[in-house]
């Protein structure tokens, strides 16, 4: 059975750094895809950062530059490093994981967890 357990959001001024972490149990790691959406109060949800089994990386316009998402192949955990945040970026993150990429209608999903930019 797939799990998928994030960790690490909270409250954070602007400008500040947050890393989610995502704790991966029960998929083939060495070929599954991953990556991070969110979604914000009264916005549907949006793709954030992903990376390929192969370690290939991608990001919403919104977040390059400032977020870094990596893979930890020892601990079958995925991040999303956050730096110089924005309010904007308040929202429920979620992390994903998928046989393909992008993920698809069978894509397993965490239950989320909150991120909140506000001084």
């Known amino acids: 059975q797939v799990r998928l357990v994030e960790s690490g959001g909270g409250l954070v001024q602007p400008g500040g750094s947050l890393r989610l972490a995502c704790a991966t149990s029960g998929i083939v790691w060495s070929i599954y895809s991953t990556a991070w959406y969110r979604q914000a109060p009264g916005k549907q949800r949006e793709f954030v950062a992903g990376?390929?089994?192969?370690?290939?990386?991608f990001y919403a316009d919104s977040v390059k530059g400032r977020f870094t998402v990596s893979r930890d192949n020892t601990k079958t955990t995925v991040y999303l490093q956050m730096n110089h945040l924005k309010p904007e970026d308040t929202a429920v993150y979620y992390c994903?994981?998928?046989?393909?990429?992008?993920?698809?209608?069978?894509?397993?999903w965490g239950q989320g967890t909150q991120v909140t930019v506000s001084s």
């Open positions: 990376s390929t089994a192969r370690g290939t990386t």
């Open positions: 994903v994981a998928d046989r393909y990429y992008p993920p698809g209608d069978y894509a397993s």
